[in-house]
């Protein structure tokens, strides 16, 4: 059995009393087995971590690893112009090897901000070079390919047949799923209403049922979006989706920024999902969701910085902080959103959008022990007392202040180096092929 200890760092536990306090965490087998102000027990291996910031992983519930290699593709664009012109192009000219690159540079950017965990939404076809690059770097994801049968505007590339789109999700689904030691969770992911034809959302429906997964798509994002969706389907996007019968646990929907009053209280009500990205949503000026109405009413939100072209970041830092600051903002009201309340939705809210708030999201005895070790003893961060970390963490810290990356027990970057990818080769390799991409479609 391999065992590693953090010794003697600032532990921001986020357990039910939310401690905070100076002390050590055994790990065993991938697990957290002790967490205590000091432990006699020696261990594999040892991190020394005075002076350090430890805090569970951050978890981004939306993400498209896909559209890394795309960073800066597609600027100063609104969505569907986005989509139409730029996006689903370049998606539709995904090679294995550049979907496999693209997921590699997207996860070491996620690792080495602290992010342990995603939600992740893949383009149409090559989604295993995404898996395979998963399950190499010791990631985790709920992952799925995603699915478009329908719609204006979608290239052939990425158009597909209804039957051909469930066929495929499923072979990837009874292939991927549970891999990488638990670490890969197959979730259906049709792209969006707009792309989707019902007979394809009633079958995703049903077989998300049968094989006791999550659905993961884009809702009410844009204003455009959803008058497609009234004209096409004869009511509002959210409304359309309950009829379905799709609303519920297993569901989480990304962005829900252009909801009205019922359609909030059908998303509290049945507990699907939220995910918030909110520099998605002020790059692509979709809008700003009301996010402190919606936790008021008991909704489930959790946050995620979206895709790379569209942010163009992935870093969590930068999201919790936007996630704060825009909700002032807009209600001219410097107590909505405080710091602890949006580090809530960062850890523990991403692990019940998983579905996995009894393994993740708390530094807690029993939990996986998906863990960042973070630096405030920096020129931006300091001075940074004892009872103002939380909000230190959500107001200054950046991606580049995490020291150290865990996840499952094992040390995927140290010191800020990757232990197990090449990043220098995954930079070169990114920047040699998006030429060729780019080549492809101009
Ligand atoms: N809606 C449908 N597809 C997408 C996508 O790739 N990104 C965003 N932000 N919204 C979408
Ligand atoms: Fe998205």
């Known amino acids: 059995m391999k065992t590693l200890k953090i010794k003697q760092g600032t532990i921001v536990t986020m357990n039910k009393k939310r401690e905070i306090f100076t002390g050590d965490i055994y790990i065993e087998d991938g697990r957290i087995s002790e967490v205590s102000s000091e432990i006699q027990r020696r261990a594999d291996e040892e991190i020394y971590a005075k002076g350090k910031v430890v805090i569970p992983g951050l978890i981004q519930t939306h993400i498209h690893l896909t559209q890394t290699l795309f960073r800066g593709m597609a600027d100063d664009m609104e969505l569907l112009d986005w989509l139409r012109k730029r996006i689903w192009p370049l998606e539709g000219n995904h090679t294995v090897e550049t979907n496999y690159v693209s997921a590699k540079l997207g996860i070491v950017e996620l690792i080495k901000g602290g992010t342990t965990s995603i939600i992740d939404m893949e383009t149409v076809n090559h989604t295993e070079g995404a898996l395979a690059a998963i399950e190499e770097s010791g990631f985790r994801a709920v992952i799925g390919k995603c699915m478009m049968d329908y719609g204006e505007g979608v290239p052939d590339s990425l158009m597909e047949d209804t039957q051909t789109s469930i066929d495929e999700s499923v072979r990837l689904l009874k292939k991927w799923h549970g891999r990488g030691k638990g670490r890969i969770i197959y979730a259906f992911a049709p792209r969006f209403v707009v792309s989707c034809s019902e007979k394809l959302l009633v079958k995703v429906r049903d077989l998300a049922k049968e094989y006791g997964v999550m659905i993961h798509t884009h809702a009410s994002e844009n204003r455009g979006e959803i008058e497609l969706v009234q004209s096409d389907r004869g009511m509002r996007n959210v409304v359309y989706l309950h009829k379905l019968g799709m609303t519920g646990e297993n569901l989480i929907l990304a962005h829900c920024i252009w909801l009205d009053d019922e359609e909030m209280k059908i998303l509290a009500d049945t507990g699907t999902k939220i995910s918030h990205c909110p520099n998605s949503n002020l790059k692509l000026a979709s809008g700003i969701a009301k996010i402190p109405e919606l936790l008021d009413m008991g909704a489930d939100v959790s946050i995620g910085a979206d895709g790379a072209p569209c942010n163009n970041n992935l870093d969590m830092f930068r999201e919790m902080r936007s ?66 970390i939380i909000p230190q963490l959500v107001y200054s810290a950046s991606a580049n202040d995490v020291e150290t990356t865990i996840i499952d027990g094992e040390i995927v970057m140290k010191d800020r180096k990757m232990t197990a990818i090449n990043e220098r080769n995954i930079i070169e390799e990114a920047n040699r092929l998006i030429k060729k991409q780019i080549e492809k479609i101009i």
């Open 323 to 388: 996630a704060a600051l825009i909700q002032k903002a807009r209600l001219l009201n410097p107590t909505t959103m405080p710091a602890e309340r949006v580090f809530e939705m960062a850890t523990l809210g991403g692990a019940k959008a998983m579905g996995m708030e009894k393994k993740l999201g708390s530094l807690e005895q029993g939990k996986k022990a998906d863990i960042a070790i973070i630096n405030l003893r920096t020129i931006h961060n300091s001075p940074c007392g004892e009872d103002n």
